[in-house]
Nanobody
Framework: QVQLVESGGGLVQPGGSLRLSCAAS????????MSWYRQAPGKERELVAR????????NYADSVKGRFTISRDNAKKTVYLQMNNLKAEDTAVYFC???????WGQGTQVTISS
């Protein structure tokens, strides 16, 4: 069955970096666009970044442009989110999502605090 397993979250100080990974299985990964969403306490889930199936096109939320980079390795069936210059407002649970299959990962907590 379809599985998405996120990893790489944690606690970092403002200005720090994290790299999230999402390992996919159970579907033809290389044929689907992939996305990262996040949900902060008391807020709605929001799109952070999206990458097309080939990786040739990406788009980002305005709040993370220039700081976050989404990428994928189709041979490893993994999508990544490199997060730099992290801010307190980036604190959230980050989810991997395959829209074409309407499937979510379980999420990974990212906390930015000094």
């Amino acid at each position: 069955q379809v599985q998405l397993v996120e990893s790489g979250g944690g606690l970092v100080q403002p200005g720090g970096s994290l790299r999230l990974s999402c390992a996919a299985s159970g579907f033809f990964f290389s044929t689907y666009a992939m996305s990262w969403y996040r949900q902060a306490p008391g807020k709605e889930r929001e799109l952070v970044a999206r990458i097309t199936a080939t990786g040739g096109s990406t788009n980002y939320a305005d709040s993370v442009k220039g700081r976050f980079t989404i990428s994928r390795d189709n041979a490893k069936k993994t999508v990544y989110l490199q997060m730099n210059n992290l801010k307190a407002e980036d604190t959230a649970v980050y989810f991997c999502y395959v829209g074409g299959l309407l499937r979510w990962g379980q999420g990974t907590q990212v906390t930015i605090s000094s």
